[in-house]
């Protein structure tokens, strides 16, 4: 059975192939381990205001707005 990564979604390859599981990469599981932590802090940061888009692009969001009133 293959597992899936954690990080990117992507399927990991199994164990004889990748010591880096359950991740698919080690750069992913670098990722985990938070060795990239800083740079994901930079782009979060640029983002700074926008939570409120990020609420919209969730599929229930959408819904709700084509909601009618009677
Ligand atoms: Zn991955």
Known sequence: MMSTCPICGRPAAPRSQNN??????????????????DEKYRIATSYDGDASEAIADSPNAVEHSHEEKP
Request: aromatic share 12%; charged share 20%.
């Open 20 to 37: 880096a599981l359950p991740f698919c990469s080690a750069r992913c599981k670098q990722v985990d381990l938070g060795e990239w932590l």
